[in-house]
């Protein structure tokens, strides 16, 4: 029996991509595409080619956290034309072949692997310096099928995103012990949405009296810190919306032996930047964010 050859079309394809990272995560909504969406805005900030694959099949949330919604994809003598957010940053997404965002993508598991084998072969992503992988959540069949078509191609490793909560860090462990089992490296862990954090000048400033009559007070409390301690405009309050006293994420990389990228902590301003499909790192008011996601990415 030959080489499967659907395998040698992936490997041709994607000898013009220097690195291929995975995105994963134990559970949905932490953060993952977001993570994505703002490592591919990062890096090809830098300059470099970047492609983004998403193969969250199940959820695509892709075009709109990088501002592609409604776009479509393009077919030519090459194969699936990428949507391109700048001439160097180009991504892929079930979400750009579904004829309404809302539609549910309810597949099983075959054709899902089809899909995302076709992704791996038929996308004409060029010279790349980066491909940024967004896998769906968990660790089932598809996993193991991606992991094992971008292994045929050399693979980097996998980024594993994780929010501070215990019953997201035992997930975390699961994905851990799923790229040892697979023997793909891993990058590091990276918690996100650790600690709410708003400036303080973003706040709104409410009395209650005892009888329940609420009143705004934000305009009297600005001008109350403007000529007392001005400087008091610039703080960032920062509340702690997990319990975090088990140690998180850094203590659970140390127990594993994998490393802890750092956290990211639950922004508002970055959280409107994803919706809008937007880069924070553009956004002077992702001050807090922004920066905890750029000294992230110079780890990697
Ligand atoms: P996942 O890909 O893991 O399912 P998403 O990236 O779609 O999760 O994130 C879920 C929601 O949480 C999105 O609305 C996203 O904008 C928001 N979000 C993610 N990370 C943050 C953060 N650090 N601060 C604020 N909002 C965030």
New binding site residues.
């Given amino acids: 029996k030959g080489p499967d050859p659907d395998l040698v079309s992936i490997v041709e394809r994607m000898a013009t991509v220097k690195h291929k990272i995975l995105v994963l995560?134990g559970?949905?909504?932490?953060?993952?595409?977001?993570?994505s969406a703002q490592l591919s805005f990062a890096l090809a900030a830098m300059d470099f080619q970047v492609g983004l694959l998403d193969i969250?099949i199940c959820?695509p949330?892709i075009p709109k956290?990088l501002g592609l919604e409604g776009q479509e994809i393009h077919q030519s003598n090459l194969g699936w034309s990428p949507v391109y957010v700048e001439s160097n940053l180009g991504v892929m997404s079930i979400g750009f072949m579904l004829p309404h965002p809302d539609e549910a993508v309810i597949w099983r598991g075959p054709r899902k692997n089809g899909i995302i084998k076709q992704f791996l072969k038929d996308v004409y992503w060029g010279e790349l310096d980066f491909l940024v992988v967004?896998a769906p959540?968990g660790t089932s069949d598809e996993h193991i099928s991606i992991v094992q078509f971008l292994q045929a191609t050399g693979i980097d490793g996998a980024i594993i995103?994780t929010t501070p909560q215990q019953v997201s860090l035992i997930d975390v462990r699961k994905e851990v012990s799923f790229c040892k089992k697979v023997g793909l490296q891993v990058l590091g862990v990276v918690e996100?949405?650790s600690g709410l954090c708003q400036p303080l000048s973003d706040f709104r400033f409410m009395s209650v009296t005892e009888t329940g009559e609420q009143k705004d007070m934000t305009q009297w409390v600005i001008e109350y810190m403007k000529e007392k301690a001005p400087e008091m405009l610039n703080l960032v309050a920062v509340s702690e919306v997990f319990d975090s006293s088990a140690g998180g994420g850094a203590k659970m990389c140390k127990d594993m032996g994998v490393p802890f990228l750092g956290k990211?902590?639950?922004?508002?301003q970055?959280?409107k930047a994803?919706?809008e499909g937007r880069s924070c790192f553009d956004d002077s008011k992702c001050r807090v964010?922004a920066p905890a996601l750029k000294a992230i990415i110079e780890k990697l």
């Fill in positions: 995560s559970k949905g909504g932490v953060g993952k595409s977001t993570f969250d959820g949330s956290m967004d959540p995103v996100n949405m990211i902590p639950l922004d508002p970055l959280c994803a919706e964010s």
